[in-house]
């Protein structure tokens, strides 16, 4: 059973950057797909960026694409969260989650928060 755990939140200003990241426990790491989530005050979930199983390029949601980048390492069982051009509508609690395919996830973190304001 994989467990993740995500960290790297905080405080950022607007055009600020920040990076996640999700370290994974477990030894199936390298078999499953990976993705981020956020949760913004008031809003539903909503997927941003995902890794399938088999690797390749992350897919990432309209909202953030062009400014965020996900990544992974499956030697140090973690995935990444680089973003950048912060705006306050990025405030939220970030999620990993891993499952078998980017539409099909079945663990999840506790979330981390990033608030972005001046």
């Known amino acids: 059973q994989l467990n993740v755990v995500e960290s790297g939140g905080g405080l950022v200003q607007p055009r600020g950057s920040l990076r996640l990241s999700c370290a994974a426990s477990g030894n199936t790491f390298d078999y499953v797909a990976v993705g981020w989530s956020r949760q913004g005050p008031g809003k539903d979930r909503e997927e941003i960026a995902c890794?399938?199983?088999?690797?390749?390029?992350?897919t990432y949601a309209e909202s953030v694409k062009g400014r965020f980048t996900m990544s992974r390492d499956n030697a140090k069982k973690a995935a990444y969260l680089h973003m950048n051009s912060l705006k306050p509508e990025d405030t939220g609690i970030y999620f990993c989650?891993?499952?078998?395919?980017?539409?099909?996830?079945?663990?999840w973190g506790k979330g981390t928060l990033v608030t972005v304001s001046s």
């Open positions: 989650a891993v499952g078998l395919r980017c539409t099909e996830f079945g663990v």
């Open positions: 890794i399938s199983r088999s690797g390749g390029s992350p």
